[in-house]
Nanobody, 122 residues
């Protein structure tokens, strides 16, 4: 089974920075998309950033200009660089990876990491 392990979360003051890492058990080249989601208490899980196999990226409006998603294929790792952090960024951040199933090329499977807590104080 695919395993995704996040790290890099912690407590930071507003205006500070953190870099999250997501290490996959296999080659990240096998995924057509990877991304970071977050969920705050009492709120819906939301997509923060995504990166596709061709290298294109997408960001939620709330983090544009502050967060950067990147990957290192040699290390099977996806990163989320978070700058100018705000208290509203406080959430559990989850790594996700999408791969087409070999049994049905029209359907994909999403894998999730266990999450890492990010807390931003005022």
């Amino acid at each position: 089974q695919v395993q995704l392990v996040e790290s890099g979360g912690g407590l930071v003051r507003a205006g500070g920075s953190l870099r999250l890492s997501c290490v996959a058990s296999g080659s990240i080249s096998s995924f057509y998309a990877m991304g970071w989601h977050r969920q705050a208490p009492g709120k819906q899980r939301e997509l923060v950033a995504s990166i596709f196999s061709g290298g294109s990226t997408n960001y939620a409006d709330s983090v544009k200009g502050r967060f950067t998603i990147s990957r290192d294929n040699a290390k099977n790792t996806v990163y989320l660089q978070m700058n100018s952090l705000k208290p509203e960024d406080t959430a559990v951040y989850y790594c996700a990876a999408d791969r087409f199933t070999s049994l049905n090329p029209t359907r994909s499977t999403r894998y999730w990491g266990q999450g890492t807590q990010v807390t931003v104080s005022s």
